[in-house]
Each structure stands twice: as structure tokens, then as C-alpha cells.
């Protein structure tokens, strides 16, 4: 991602799309998994592993989607398809590998801060272990399915030059929200969240509900992998999610769990990283490149501390949140 | 509407439900006519929620039948009994409380009514049983008879056939009470018949037209408490004769020994209450009883007293020492034991031994820390002792606290408190879910500690108890005090219009002082 | 046919001791399909990994040098565990300890006498300490996760390590090499403590294992973190307060951690690097579980996972699984003792139809 060096006005114009479609870059994935991460802390489990199901899913996307670049069947409909199915495919390694943490925090009861970091360590192994046969290979990354001719003009750049993810992201963000507050199932999922034996002895199924919202956090978060090994660095290496999925979990966190306040939040995170980039790129000598990519942890612990002051009491946090549910009955 | 047939609206046969080690409901059958107001009775422990749990489907039988109006039925879960048209207002209320009265309600129900429809329907059911209740509040801002209702209001949007009530009034003024009562009496009247669950033998009797009674699991009898006394149904529930508790008559008190003065905390949380300059004072072998309504401020005056929460060094004295800003440790090295409300949790462990939870407390008092290491001995023998002294029924001091039953629990969490021989003892609701045996025991317990110079509080929600037990009574309501009366002084009218404030409503100025 | 999880009325004793073994032996059996199935030769990379470093006795010094870190900082973790204080950036306190080690060493590198290596020794732990507490002060001021914040300083501390050791710290003669100057023979460790060629680092873990099972067990601090992991209610109660909990348990493990790192560096290799982080902070909280939050459990737990890396890297070269194995199995022996650890506590039951046939397990 360059900056191409024009004359005047037409530079900085360039530099300001660049930076914008950088940061959206980096934003989208982070935004997708909490996202997910989200539904699932709303209905009172806290499922850690968010970085190992992005990698199941960076691992799967790519895998499938590069078999159907293969050229024996490029030119069928599975060529064409490819990129789609490999989302798809990403989705699926994503709840697949969550319903490991759910088994064992549903089902079992086991502690959820242990499950979660075990499905970080497994999904990070066993990604490396399937990659394996995938390292050092590149596909046609995953970018925008609008018409060349848009991205022409420079609004049209900004606007649709985009891949798909990206506005499935946008369009998740708003369909969570819509279905939290607007719907019956919304309002079920949340009181489950709140006071799991109440919810059991209405007659919910907080076991049931709460598997599916773990399986759609997975699913997002598969996605989400998918989308750095699709279409950030059309390629796969080890460990390639870098730990965007812990800053995920944080901004689910200083997103009061409200999915408004989580756009935003992503944006300003992926504000801190672009500038990272940048100043890595660039060079700005007065202080270390590390520090610059040091400040997006601070930063995330800074604004953890201060959205925590501001909620006092946690009364914020969905009451049930990361309790194992054991009926007495 | 339904002229009164004889075929029964509901019948048990039968009916058996065993859990690991405890037979909870021993063949039970009984039957409940269309429009009759049923109470279940029996002590805690009987097996009454256990069974009324099964006629609403949560848990199933493991043997006999259940009969809706003639013919057998198979209660799945919860929602296929509410579609046979029982309804149930269970005594722990299953309530979210970050979200709104009309959401909790729409939660509850099966059919799904758009939210403005619902509301209207509401406030009709509302109207026509006379309850105040505002569909847009959110809940954790409600007193605890106003949740109550949003439970009954769940209840009767169904049109039900059968209402089961679990311990309604535990949480109710008198006043509240007999507006409870009124909406029963309405709801019989139209068919609905009524199965109440209670422990309160002088409710039962002003309210109900027949009984089941419970022992142990098993049916023990069947009557008509209107041609029963209060204490003849109790000789039934305990299958013994009642014991009165021995006390030493004309005792003389001592100087005071165990005084709050001007304590004032201010409000924790959203659901907490602030406490405003409240003051008592008990004297050597005195017991001074705190009546009220749950969520007036016990659970935090219970916490300043143990020290779990600190207020200044003088609000809280001692034979006239400043303890109140003395952490529990001191406090209790101090000679000022603590007993609170919850069993599980808070004043014991329930994963730890016996041994423990006495070290829990007892550690500093007794001796057991030398060189900041426990003497394991000295703390299993401590448990050993107490398990003796107030006849525990456990295995021994490496039984664990969650395999005791609630009285055995409650009987050595009050036992490790006496054994350490406190110049002062704050106990809460010393005998909830407790069987009759184990509560007659702590009564007597607390006595013979009053007898021997010890000052003690005791809070509860049982105004029967306190009458019982106490010397003298004062009344907690939004985090004040009331004058101190003598027992057998005060009417029950003046302490139930204590208790509720104002007429158990809210006064807008009240409102205002709950959110501040 | 239901199958139901019932409460038992008291832990299960047996269960409590066999469930890690358990957990072991189900990971072997697992992992050898995994392996078969990806096209491996599964059994046998599984006899690599856990076997043949038991059996030969000359990787016995490589298991010990994974197990000495690996068991220090489970230690520390454990406490904090106990009292559901969830220190997962071990890792990052680990890279403190070893920065502050090699800060002091660098400070005294034209120094001599005996006192160079118990002051490096004091500085990582307190360098240690010092990168746990203000997760510490965070949660205990603001509310804020731990997990969250200890983990994002992690890589802060990794950042940290890059700048000093591409930076300030590097070796003026290394030929621009990314590691700091070698450490002197007063800034080393003994390789050969009592005759053996084991790291001194082991005999350290082993007696501060000893010395936790003490605190655990039988002290009244150790009484307090079990209580305020457990009930916090009660633990006010009982006079102890839940944020002097958070405080040491975090400024213990930091400490454990900070030892560990400053340890790992002062070995004859003696220098630090950019390839010193190892997981080993990650790993450990594997070591905690799998060790039931005992000290004796730790220590074999340790070994196990120990074992676990260096026949990772045995069964690389003779079965050419990629390195990433070692790691999949740690993950899976989690897995499986989270998941006996549920049978402690609860009895399996399956019911068919009205009748119950309890296959106890």
C-alpha cells in the first residue's frame, strides 16, 4: 500500500485515501470478531479464544479458496465461486473450532477463562499444523467486486474499493444491533445474559441459546481470519493474526457491549494501528518505530481504565457474564 | 362462572421424586377442586417446593400420576404448563433486572404479543385486580412487592386455570399481605383454583379452605384450616408436640454493652440503600430485634456491623469502644461476632471442610494463626467441638460445608460464632430455611448467650420470631430506625405500618430519597 | 436417552488425582489419530514426544531446562488462579525479568566479585513484579479486566525488548547483531550444581515448590486466596480483603515470572536476544492447570509439558511433523484436563427412557 507521489493538492489527496483505505484495512477484521464476540458476551459466556478461531478460519479460507484457484477447475464455476466459498469455508472452521470452547464451557461447565486461552493455543496449532502445506503460496487476494471503473475517481476509491468483507462488516454491525434490541430473539438472548436461572426457569433453553451465539462468534471470527489471509496479504504464515483478536475482546469491553459504540471504537483502534504503519513507513525519528507499535496496547488499556471509571460499579456488563450455568434440576 | 363439580381440577397419585440421597416426595397424592384456594404446608424440607415444581413441569416425577381436570398429563416443562393454564409466582422471582416491567413480562410469556398490545392488556389486568404496577419502569428501581406483582401480573395475562403461589408473603408488609389476599379471594371467586404454598400457619388460616400437609417427604394429613387452630396445624407439621423456649424469668440487664450511634453510609450500587444516623443500643443479656421488610437496609447495616464495610471509629461501639472502622478481623478479636443472611457464600464455604469455614472466622480469636501459619489441629478440634456442642449432623470436621442441609449448616455456622464466646453477637435471619428442630435449637442457643451477658441483634424477616425471641424491637425501613419498642407493647398494626413506610406505597418524596 | 451431569455430594479423591493422568493419556491417544489422519506417522510421533525423552537419559538436562521456567512462573500463576486473578501476560513479566537482568549486567560488565549475579537476580524479579502491578492497580481502581490489560502488555513488553536489543542494549561487538554483549563468567549461572547437568534454576523451582505448598496449605494467606478465589463474599467476611488479593497474587507471579526470565538468561548461552521469548508465560498456564493448582502437580505437570517440547523437537526431525506439533498437544492436554476436571465434581449419569441406569464414571 504506497502513497503515490503527485504534485500538490493531487498528493495529498492520494495520501488521505491511502491512509483511509489502510485503516479500514486494518479495522475490518478487528470489527468483525468483536462483532461476534459481542452476541456471545451478551448471552453471559466469555469466550477467550478468538484468536485461535480467527486462524481456523484464516487457514480454511485460504486452503479452500486456493483450491479453487487451481487451474483444473479455474474456469468452472467453483473458480469463479472461490473467494465466496472460501469465506464460507472460514465461517464454518470458525464455529467449528468454537464449539470446542462450548462443549467444554456449555456442556461441562468448565471454567471459561481456561477453555477460551485452551482454544487460542489449539487453534493456533493446529492453523500452523494444516498451513503447513500452504506456506509460501499467494492467491488473488479477495479485493472488490465492483467494477474497475468506479475506482477510478478518487470518491469512488473510497467508497467502493473495498472488498465484500468490508461492507459485510458494516452490515453485520447493524444487523446485531437491530436484532439485540429490536427483536424477541434479541431480548431472549439478552435476558439469558442477565440472569441465566431466571431465563431457565421461564423455560428458555440457556444452553441452547447460548451454543448458537458461541457458534455465530465463531463464525465472525473465522471471517475475520479470512480476512487477513484473503485479502491483507493474499498468503498464509503462522500466527499471521498477530493478536488482533485480544484487541478485539478489549473493544467489546469499552464498547459498553452496545454494538454502536463498537463501530466507533474499531475505527479508533484501527486509527492507532494505521499510524503505526505509518510511522514505520516514514520514519518519524523522534521516537521508536517499537514505540509506535507498542502505543495500540497502551492505548487499549488506557481506554479500558478510563470506560471502566465512567461505569462504575460495572453495571454495564451483562450480569452472568462468563458464569458456567448449572441448573439444579 | 363454574358451578363447583366434584371431578378435581388437579390430582396427584402417587407421586415420587428422588435426588441423590434424599427422598423428596414419598408417594404424595392429594386433589385440588376448581375454584379452591389449597394451602401445601409442611417446614422447609418437607418436599413442598420440590413437588409443586413438578406440577409446573421444571423437574418430572420419577413415579405416579398427575390428573388436569379428570385426565392424566404428561408436564413436560414450564410452557406446557402454562398452556394447560397453570400458572406459577415462585417465591424467588425470576426477574432481569436491567430490563423493563413490559419485557420482563413479554419474557415470560409464550405467545408473541407485540409490545403495545401487551402493554394495553396489562394495565387491563392491572385495573381489573386492583394492583399498582408501571409497565415502563425498569425493575431494579422497584421494591420487592412491586416485582412481586409483575410475577402475578405474568401469571394471570395467561388466564389460568390453577395458581400456584411459593411462599408469597415472605417478602411482604401486613398491609401488602392483605391486598395479596384480596386478589386470591378475586381469582377464586372466578374459578381459578389456588394452591398456596406456605410455612405461616395464621395466613393459612384466614386465607385458605382446605390443606395438604407435609412431613418429611411424605402426606401426613389433609384438613380444613378453617376448623383448625394455628398451633394444632402445627403439631401436624411437626408431628411432635412444640417446644417452648426455656428462658430464665425477671433477668436483669446490664450495663449497655453493644451500641450503633449516629451510623450513616452512604447508598452502594444502584439497588442499595444509603443508612441515615441509625442509632440503637443493647445491654448485657438483652436481645434487640430488627422487623422489616427485606431491602431496607439490612443486608448494609449487616455489613457495617461486621466490618465488611467501614464507617467511623465511633458509629459503632463496643462496652464504649470505637470499632466501626476496624476491619472484621479486629472487630471479632474485639469480642463482636457476626452471623450474616447468607449461608452459601458468604458466611461459609461451601467447598471447604467444617474445618475451614471455623477457621474462617474463628482463626484470630481462638488462637489458630502462629507465625502466619494455620495449627491444623487446634482448627479441626475447634470444629470437632462445635459439631458436638450443637449437634451437627455431619461426618466430622472434614465434611464439606455444601453437604450439610441448610438447619445442620446454619446450626455450626451459629455454633462456631457462639463458641467463641462473644461480648456481642449480630445474627441475621438466624433461622431461614431452617427445619423446626434446628430453629428451636439456635433460639435456645441465643438465649442461653443472652443469659450469660452477651448483647445480641437479631434481624429477620419472621415478625413471628422476633416476638418470640426478643426483648425489645425496633423496625428498619429505607435505612432508619425506628423508636424502640418493648415486646408485648406494640400492636402488629404499628409495626406492620413501620415497616411499610407510608401504607406500604411509595410517597414521591420517598421515591426521590430511593434514587438519590 | 439423557445424559445428565449430577452434583456429587463430595469431590471425588480418586478422580482428583487421576483426572491429569487421564488427561495425558487421552491426549496421546487423540493425537496419534490427529496425526495418522493428516497423513503422519501418528503413534509413533506420539511415542517421540512424550517417551523418548523420558527414555534417553541424555535429553534429560534439555527437559530440565524447559522445566525450570515452566515450573517458577505455574507457581506464581497458580496463587493468582486460586483466587480467580487470571495473570495471562506471564509472558510479558518473564521478558521484564530478563530485561532487568540484563540492564544490571550491562551496568556492571567491567565489574567484578560475587555480588554481580544475586543483584541481576533481585532486579528481574523486581523488574518482574513491577510489570504486573499495574494490572494490579488497574483492576483494583478501575475495574479493569486483567486479563485484558496484562495481556496487551505483553506486547508492549515485546516491543520493549526489540528497542533495547536492536538499540541502546545491543553489542557494540557483535557485528551489529540484534543481542546484547555475552554476559561474564560472574554474570553466569553454575552449569554444574552438586554434579549434575542440570540448571540451577530446577533446584530453585523445586524449593519454591516446596516453600508454596507451605503458603497454600497452611498459611492464613493461602487460607485468604483460596477464600476470595471461591467466595468473594465470604472472604470480606472472613476479614480479607478482595483487593489485597489482586495485589499479591499479581505482584507474586510477576515476581515468579521476572525470576524465571532472569534465570533463563544468566545459563552459560548468557546473553539476550531477539529470539528469547518463548511462550514459556503462555505455556505455564497450561502447567497451572494440569497440575490442579498444586504445587507437587506442578512440578510434574512441568516435566510433562517440559518433555512435551523437547520431543516436539525430536519427532520433527525423525517424523517430520512441523514445530507447530508441541503446541497442539499442549493445547489438547488442557483441553482434556478441563474436561476430566468436570468429572470431580460431577457424576455422568445416563438415563434411558423412565428407568435410570447410572454408569458412574
Redesign the interface.
Known amino acids: 500500500m504506497g502513497f503515490s507521489h503527485g504534485g500538490g493538492k493531487g498528493m495529498s489527496l492520494d495520501l488521505i485515501i491511502a491512509a483511509l483505505l489502510t485503516v479500514v484495512n486494518i479495522t475490518t477484521p478487528i470489527l468483525l470478531a468483536a462483532t461476534g464476540e459481542l452476541v456471545v458476551e451478551k448471552s453471559g459466556v466469555l469466550n477467550l479464544g478468538v484468536e485461535g478461531m480467527m486462524l481456523c478460519g484464516a487457514i480454511a479460507g485460504f486452503a479452500v479458496a486456493f483450491s479453487c484457484s487451481d487451474p483444473d477447475v479455474a474456469d468452472t464455476w467453483l473458480g469463479l465461486a472461490g473467494p465466496w466459498l472460501g469465506v464460507v469455508a472460514a465461517a464454518a472452521a470458525g464455529a467449528a473450532s468454537s464449539l470446542l470452547f462450548g462443549f467444554m464451557a456449555l456442556t461441562l461447565g468448565a471454567n471459561q477463562v481456561a477453555s477460551g486461552l485452551a482454544l487460542v493455543i489449539f487453534g493456533t496449532g493446529i492453523s500452523s499444523l494444516i498451513g503447513t502445506s500452504f506456506v509460501g503460496i499467494a492467491i488473488q487476494p479477495f479485493d472488490s467486486v465492483f467494477p474497475e471503473s468506479l475506482a477510478e475517481h478518487p470518491i469512488g476509491r473510497v467508497l467502493f474499493g473495498y472488498s465484500p468483507i468490508v461492507y459485510f462488516a458494516f452490515f453485520m454491525v447493524a444487523a446485531v444491533g437491530w436484532f439485540l434490541n429490536k427483536t424477541r430473539a434479541g431480548l431472549v438472548l439478552r435476558a439469558v445474559g442477565e440472569n441465566d436461572l431466571s431465563a431457565h426457569s421461564i423455560g428458555y433453553s440457556v444452553i441452547g441459546v447460548r451454543y448458537m451465539s458461541v457458534m455465530f462468534g465463531g463464525a465472525m471470527a473465522g471471517i475475520a481470519g479470512a480476512y487477513f489471509s484473503m485479502v491483507i496479504t493474499p498468503l498464509w504464515a503462522e500466527r499471521m493474526t498477530a493478536g488482533r483478536g485480544w484487541i478485539a475482546l478489549a473493544l467489546v469491553v469499552f464498547s459498553g457491549w452496545r454494538a454502536g459504540r463498537l463501530l466507533g471504537g474499531a475505527y479508533f483502534f484501527g486509527l492507532f494501528m494505521t499510524l503505526e504503519l505509518y510511522a514505520k513507513a516514514s520514519g518519524f525519528s523522534f521516537l521508536p518505530s517499537q514505540f509506535w507499535a507498542a502505543m495500540p496496547y497502551l492505548m487499549a488499556v488506557i481506554v479500558l481504565a478510563v470506560m471502566s471509571a465512567r461505569n462504575k460499579g460495572g453495571s454495564q456488563s451483562p450480569a452472568c457474564l462468563g458464569k458456567p450455568f448449572i441448573p439444579d434440576a | 362462572m363454574t358451578a363447583k363439580s366434584q371431578a378435581a381440577r388437579l390430582e396427584l397419585r402417587g407421586v415420587t421424586k428422588r435426588f441423590?440421597?434424599v427422598l423428596a416426595n414419598d408417594n404424595v397424592s392429594f386433589s385440588v377442586r376448581p375454584g379452591e384456594i389449597h394451602a401445601l404446608l409442611g417446614e422447609n424440607g418437607a418436599g413442598k417446593s420440590t413437588l409443586v415444581?413438578m406440577i409446573y413441569?421444571?423437574?418430572s416425577p420419577d413415579a405416579g400420576q398427575i390428573l388436569w381436570n379428570g385426565a392424566p398429563v404428561r408436564v413436560d416443562?414450564?410452557?406446557a404448563a402454562r398452556k394447560l393454564g397453570i400458572g406459577m409466582v415462585?417465591q424467588h422471582?425470576?426477574?432481569?433486572?436491567?430490563?423493563t416491567v413490559l419485557?420482563n413480562i413479554?419474557?415470560?410469556l409464550?405467545a408473541?404479543i407485540p409490545q403495545n398490545k401487551l402493554e394495553a392488556e396489562i394495565r387491563r389486568v392491572l385495573d381489573l385486580y386492583g394492583l399498582k404496577l408501571d409497565p415502563r419502569r425498569i425493575v431494579s428501581t422497584l421494591s420487592v412487592g412491586e416485582r412481586q406483582r409483575i410475577e402475578i401480573v405474568r401469571a394471570l395475562l395467561l388466564d389460568p386455570k390453577l395458581l400456584i403461589m411459593d411462599e408469597p408473603t415472605s417478602v411482604l408488609t401486613p398491609q401488602e399481605v392483605g391486598q395479596l389476599f384480596e386478589t386470591l379471594r378475586k381469582l377464586s371467586a372466578q374459578g381459578c383454583s389456588i394452591l398456596y404454598i406456605s410455612h405461616k400457619l395464621h395466613e393459612i388460616v384466614a386465607l385458605c379452605e382446605a390443606a395438604t400437609i407435609l412431613r418429611g417427604g411424605k402426606l401426613v394429613a389433609v384438613c380444613d384450616p378453617r376448623k383448625e387452630t394455628s398451633r394444632s396445624m402445627a403439631e401436624m407439621m411437626i408431628g411432635g408436640n412444640l417446644k417452648e423456649i426455656v428462658r430464665s424469668g425477671g433477668r436483669e440487664y446490664g450495663p449497655i454493652k453493644f451500641e450503633a450511634m449516629k451510623l450513616s453510609l452512604s447508598k452502594r450500587?444502584?439497588f442499595g440503600v444509603a443508612l441515615q444516623d441509625l442509632s440503637f443500643a443493647v445491654r448485657a443479656g438483652e436481645i434487640l430485634g430488627v422487623a422489616g421488610v427485606a431491602g431496607n437496609g439490612q443486608n448494609e447495616l449487616m455489613e457495617a456491623l461486621?466490618?465488611?464495610v467501614l464507617a467511623s471509629e465511633g458509629s459503632i461501639l463496643l462496652e464504649g469502644q470505637g470499632l466501626g472502622a476496624l476491619?472484621?478481623?479486629?472487630r471479632?478479636k474485639r469480642g463482636l461476632c457476626?452471623v450474616?443472611e447468607?449461608r452459601n457464600?458468604?458466611?461459609?464455604?461451601?467447598?471447604?471442610t467444617l474445618a475451614?469455614n471455623g477457621?474462617?472466622?474463628a482463626?484470630?480469636r481462638m488462637g489458630f494463626?502462629q507465625g502466619?501459619?494455620?495449627n491444623?489441629g487446634r482448627v479441626r478440634a475447634y470444629a470437632s467441638k462445635v459439631i458436638s456442642a450443637f449437634s451437627v449432623k455431619a461426618i466430622g470436621h472434614q465434611?464439606?460445608a455444601?453437604?450439610l442441609s441448610g438447619g445442620n449448616l446454619q446450626k455450626f455456622i451459629m455454633g462456631r460464632e457462639i463458641l467463641q464466646e462473644p461480648r456481642a453477637i449480630a445474627v441475621s435471619q438466624p433461622t431461614w430455611g431452617v427445619d423446626a428442630g434446628a430453629a428451636a435449637a439456635i433460639r435456645q442457643a441465643l438465649v442461653d448467650l443472652a443469659a450469660r451477658g452477651c448483647a445480641i441483634l437479631v434481624i429477620s424477616q419472621d415478625l413471628d420470631e422476633l416476638l418470640e425471641l426478643c426483648d425489645s424491637l425496633v423496625v428498619i425501613n429505607l435505612g432508619r430506625l425506628s423508636r424502640v419498642m418493648k415486646v408485648g407493647e406494640a400492636s402488629i398494626e404499628e409495626i406492620g405500618l413501620l415497616m411499610g413506610g407510608v401504607h406500604g406505597e411509595t410517597t414521591p418524596e420517598v421515591e426521590l430519597a430511593h434514587q438519590a | 436417552m439423557r445424559i445428565r451431569l449430577e452434583k456429587r455430594r463430595e469431590l471425588s479423591r480418586v478422580m482428583l488425582a487421576l483426572s491429569p493422568i487421564g488427561a495425558v493419556v487421552m491426549t496421546m491417544i487423540v493425537g496419534a489419530i490427529i496425526f495418522a489422519a493428516l497423513g503422519y506417522d501418528g503413534p509413533r510421533a506420539v511415542m517421540e514426544i512424550f517417551f523418548t525423552p523420558v527414555l534417553a537419559p541424555y535429553k534429560w538436562p534439555d527437559v530440565a531446562t524447559k522445566a525450570a521456567p515452566l515450573i517458577l512462573i505455574a507457581l506464581g500463576l497458580t496463587l493468582g488462579n486460586q483466587a480467580k486473578v487470571w495473570n495471562i501476560g506471564a509472558e510479558g513479566q518473564y521478558l521484564l525479568g530478563a530485561l532487568g537482568g540484563a540492564g544490571v549486567a550491562i551496568l556492571t560488565k567491567d565489574m567484578h566479585g560475587p555480588w554481580i549475579l544475586p543483584l541481576m537476580i533481585v532486579a528481574g524479579v523486581a523488574a518482574g513484579a513491577l510489570w504486573a502491578a499495574p494490572v494490579a492497580w488497574l483492576r483494583n481502581r478501575y475495574g479493569v479486566n486483567e486479563i485484558l490489560s496484562s495481556l496487551m502488555l505483553v506486547y508492549v513488553a515485546l516491543q520493549l525488548l526489540n528497542y533495547l536489543v536492536t538499540g541502546p542494549w545491543k553489542d557494540p561487538n557483535g557485528q551489529n547483531f540484534p543481542q546484547t554483549a555475552p554476559y561474564t563468567p560472574d554474570q553466569k549461572l553454575p552449569a554444574d550444581l552438586f554434579g549434575l547437568p542440570f540448571p540451577p534454576g530446577l533446584y530453585v523451582a523445586f524449593a519454591l515448590a516446596l516453600a508454596f505448598w507451605l503458603v497454600m496449605a497452611r498459611s492464613e494467606f493461602g487460607l485468604g486466596v483460596r477464600i476470595v478465589g471461591e467466595a468473594p463474599k465470604a472472604a470480606r467476611y472472613a476479614g480479607y480483603r478482595e483487593s489485597d488479593a489482586v495485589w499479591s497474587t499479581m505482584l507474586i507471579s510477576g515476581a515468579m515470572a521476572g525470576l524465571a526470565g532472569v534465570l533463563e538468561t544468566t545459563t552459560q548461552s548468557g546473553q539476550l536476544n531477539l529470539g528469547f521469548p518463548s511462550g514459556y508465560g503462555f505455556t505455564a498456564i497450561i502447567v497451572s492447570f494440569l497440575g490442579r493448582l498444586h504445587p507437587l502437580g506442578i512440578v510434574l505437570a512441568g516435566i510433562v509439558l517440559a518433555i512435551s517440547y523437547v520431543g516436539g523437537q525430536v519427532a520433527q526431525t525423525t517424523v517430520h511433523v512441523p514445530s507447530a506439533t508441541a503446541g497442539l498437544f499442549q493445547a489438547m492436554m488442557l483441553f482434556f484436563i478441563l474436561a476430566s476436571d468436570v468429572l470431580v465434581r460431577r457424576r455422568l449419569r445416563i438415563e434411558w427412557g423412565s428407568r435410570t441406569a447410572a454408569a458412574r464414571a
Not at chain 2, 327 to 330: A, F, H, I, K, S
Open positions: 441423590p440421597g415444581k413441569g421444571v423437574l416443562n414450564p410452557r415462585f422471582f425470576s426477574l432481569f433486572e436491567a430490563l419485557e413479554a419474557l415470560g409464550d408473541k450500587g444502584d461486621s466490618g465488611e476491619g472484621p478481623t479486629e471479632r457476626v450474616p447468607e457464600g458468604h458466611a461459609a464455604v461451601a467447598e471447604f475451614l477457621a474462617l472466622t482463626r484470630r494463626v502466619g501459619l494455620l491444623m465434611s464439606t455444601g453437604s
